[in-house]
């Protein structure tokens, strides 16, 4: 009987005193924990010939999207995303990377119509009227050379080729402002806001788009779009947006900064998303997913890669059309620059207003490299918009071109279980 008390002494004070200890346990808060690293920032802080801006991250209002992308057995993507001051609320000007929304929806929207108007393709001719200020007519013609035909397929074409700012209008307009914004919604994307021509219209004009027919070759009509204007209010997501200390009008500085509050807003989020989209369209939830046939993914993908030159369209055959002239980030746009073999860049770019952006996709046929990444900066010194004096290529453009190739080479060192296959984009 003693040793039974004094066994069970010993065990209530072991007890106690664990107990004791277990109260005064507090778990770590999540600031404690151990935080993932992050290999985007790390890369930025330890490469010196990004340091120039990467220090000076606020004035260049640097803004970086890095997606690893691992594949499993069945060559299905998995995708890890890393970010570098990502905000969706720092305002810049998107410029030419709204082609990008364009040009899907407008894939979208044809295939809508063909249910009711099975002619209605692509490649159908499109003609443009005028209805009201601000709008440009496109006369209906029917070349020899089906590439110089004004056809939506054609116009895309251009947009992702060599950013063409008319073939944008010319899809604005096919697209309306309305329905824009009712499909960037459907998509999840409410907040983006697609509100102008590239074009000197004041913000009723945009409003209101023309009237446009599409034809056959002979002549003979397929359909009619009458003129529209957008009666549903556009809310401002952030409010007025005010950058810089003044501005060129009309040839005079004007004192004062320049009004982007009612400009075009496109979050380098969603270019990121819209892109991994045309590359992974399952990356997508179903319902989230434009009304794209497989024939639009492989048209989308074939002009997001291809160099103006080697993409066949004849337009753009010329010198004057460098293999480089829209891929920013790895070959900073340098003319001289001569592609890198296997290596296939999908990709959309803005330069606008000082802003250089850049949302692309790499695959490297050889070595199995795959990422995405995504960037914008802004390079305008003297704070003066409009006036052309942009370090666009002193600055921005080698640094998006030394961010690509250096985000490339951590790539090569990475290792794959599974080697990516993707076939060749061959739609035209």
């Given amino acids: 009987m003693m040793l039974e008390r004094i066994v069970t002494g010993l065990l209530l004070t072991t007890m106690g005193g664990l107990a004791g200890h277990l109260a005064s346990f507090t778990a770590p808060s999540a600031a404690q924990l151990p935080v993932p690293l992050n290999p985007l920032d790390s890369l930025l802080r330890a490469t010196p010939a990004l340091a ?5 991250a606020e004035k260049y209002e640097l803004q970086i999207i890095y997606t690893r992308i691992d594949r499993d057995v069945q060559n299905q993507p998995h995708f890890t995303q890393y970010d570098y001051r990502l905000d969706e609320r720092a ?26 108007v099975p002619a209605l393709t692509r490649r159908s001719i499109m003609a443009t009227g005028v209805a009201g200020r601000c709008q440009t007519a496109v006369p209906f013609a029917a070349p020899a050379d089906s590439d110089r035909v004004a056809s939506v397929g054609n116009y895309i074409k251009r947009m992702l080729l060599v950013s063409d700012n008319q073939a944008y209008n010319r899809l604005y307009e096919f697209l309306g402002q309305q329905y824009l914004h009712e499909q960037l ?47 549903s209010p556009l809310s401002l997501p952030l409010g007025r947006v005010q950058k810089g200390r003044g501005y060129y009008a009309g040839g005079k500085l004007i004192q004062r900064p320049y009004d982007f509050t009612t400009a075009n807003y496109l979050p380098l989020q969603v270019v990121n998303n819209l892109l991994k989209t045309v590359i992974f369209p399952p990356s997508a939830p179903a319902a989230k997913q434009p009304t794209l046939t497989a024939a639009d993914i492989s048209f989308l993908q074939y002009y997001l ?35 890198q073999p296997g290596l296939r860049i999908y990709n959309i770019v803005g330069m606008s207003h000082g802003y250089l952006a850049d949302c692309a996709y790499f695959f490297d046929e050889k070595s199995g490299i795959e990422f995405m990444l995504s960037a914008v900066l802004y390079v305008n010194a003297d704070g003066i918009l409009n006036d052309g004096q942009y370090e666009y290529t002193t600055m921005g453009l080698p640094f998006l071109a030394q961010l690509g190739q250096t985000v ?21």
């Fill in 52 to 56: 120039s801006v990467v220090q000076q």
């Fill in 305 to 339: 890669s291809a160099t103006p030159q080697s993409s066949g369209f004849r337009p753009y055959a010329g010198p004057e059309y460098f293999a480089a002239y829209k891929k920013y980030l790895y070959y900073g746009r340098q003319r001289q620059a001569q592609p």
């Fill in 408 to 428: 490339y080479r951590l790539e090569q060192h990475r290792p794959r279980p599974f080697r990516p296959f993707l076939p060749a984009p061959t739609s035209r």
């Fill in 91 to 116: 305002y810049f000007n998107p410029a030419s990377l709204v082609k990008l929304p364009v040009a899907i929806l407008s894939l979208q929207k044809l295939n809508e119509l063909r249910q009711q």
């Fill in 185 to 231: 919604q459907a998509l999840g994307y409410p907040q983006v806001r697609i509100t102008r021509r590239f074009a000197p219209c004041d913000t009723a004009a945009n409003r209101c788009t023309n009237p446009i027919t599409f034809h056959e070759p002979s002549g003979s009509l397929i359909y009619r779009q009458p003129a529209a204007c957008n009666t």
